[in-house]
């Protein structure tokens, strides 16, 4: 379980997030959604410690992320994050980027660290470019491949900034369906998208973000349909 | 012109020769791992958050760049000889083209550093890699690659720069060239040879680069 408890973040003197209170249980989908600067990647960024928070807290299977001692290292394991841009690792192949960290960070064997990427690889579609360099890959192909590379550590949680903004449309598809795949098989999954259709038909519960204010919560059908906040509706009726 | 030229004396000592010009490329390889490990260093060190790192590889930049490599040597051979801390000419020439080695390599360094998005750290980090991983298997990497061509061309420069080994003493190339130019006075037809040798190495090393680049650099 994910418990973040009024939750401040400032960079410099931009107030970016101002007292989130938010839950996400085990096998939640949750999609965080809201115009940009509103502050929902940065939640993300600060869930699993890649940023500093300035107030409040978030504890992760009991653990609290920013407090002294722990080992964010560790933690991350739990916690895999899919970028908007990629990031595939340019020097490694496919095979390579996926196996890497389960090889140096969880200290598997090679052969078993090559297997698991494979074996991941394949989850995503991915199985005819293992030996492939990411620069030969397509768009939507490298943010599979980040899927699988964040999948290998075997998180019990899945972070996904705007996984598919940078996309182009038509190569939008495959990564959705792949996120699509995860949802389904159980996977616990806060994903800050700009997709409304996934958000509605794949999450159990939609947030809605306005600077940096978690103005609503609920499941899809009362956000997309019976929203409460004058924010949130004004938000989708532009998207749309 | 009454010069006649003796060309044989210089082939007669041409094992000799040869056999000088591998010092000269030992201590200019050698001086090349020291000066990409210190330059690596001094890179970081500039990048630091941490004042008196920055100010120390700023100053060790500086000197090395804007300071004749020649006096470089001399600092290491009768600048530090003056403290009663001496040297074999050996080392004098080693550290001298490692500490001027460090100072060029540095600065590409840190232009490869900066070339390399923050993303790729912030993705590593996400898989749970500690710092030092993530620069050692992913960020690192990277930088050689970008920084390989200005390295190659520091290497070449470090064989160039070692004939200044000759001032402090050090039987290299040149230094053994001076000598038997100095015993015959076929000086011309010495360093004539001689510079064809250079010539040589470093088309032999701007050959073995391009090949090891078509091999390191698959992506």
Known sequence: MIEIKGLHKYFGDLHVLKGIDLNVAKGEVLSVIGSSGSGKSTLLYCINGLEEIQKGAVIVDGVDVHAKGTDVNKLRQNLGMVFQQWNSFPHLTALENVALAPQIVKKHSKTDALEIAAKQLKHVGLGDKLNVYPNSLSGGQQQRLAIARALAMEPEYMLFDEATSALDPELVGEVLETMRMLAEEGMTMICVTHEMGFARDVSDRVAYFHQGIMEEIGPPEQIFGEAQSEHTRKFLANVR | ?219
Not at chain 2, 44 to 59: D, E, G, N, V, Y
Not at chain 2, 137 to 151: A, E
Not at chain 2, 165 to 187: D, H, N, P, W
């Open chain 2, 1 to 219: 012109m009454d010069y006649h030229f003796h060309w044989r004396p210089v082939f007669q000592k041409l094992p000799e020769l040869l056999q000088a010009s591998l010092t000269t490329l030992e201590v200019a390889v050698l001086s090349m791992i020291i000066g990409i490990i210190l330059g690596l260093l001094l890179a970081l060190a500039r990048m630091s958050p941490i004042k008196p790192l920055r100010w120390f590889a700023t100053c060790w930049v500086e000197l090395a760049r804007n300071t004749p490599a020649l006096f470089q040597l001399f600092f290491f051979g009768f600048g530090l000889g003056a403290f009663g801390i001496h040297f074999a000419p050996y080392f004098i020439v080693l550290f001298g083209l490692s500490f001027n080695n460090a100072g060029y390599l540095a600065e590409n360094f840190r232009g490869g550093f900066q070339a390399v998005p923050d993303t790729q750290l912030r993705a590593a980090r996400s898989l749970g890699m500690t710092i030092p991983q993530a620069y050692i298997r992913i960020i690192i990497p990277q930088v050689l690659r970008i920084v390989y061509h200005p390295m190659t061309n520091q290497m070449v420069w470090a064989v160039l720069m070692s004939s200044l080994g000759m001032m402090v003493g050090f039987r290299e190339l040149s230094g053994e060239t001076q000598f038997f130019a100095s015993k015959t006075f076929r000086i011309f037809e010495y360093f004539a040879v001689t510079a064809l040798i250079y010539y040589a190495i470093v088309k032999i090393i701007l050959g073995a680069a391009k090949l090891a680049s078509i091999r390191l650099f698959r992506y």
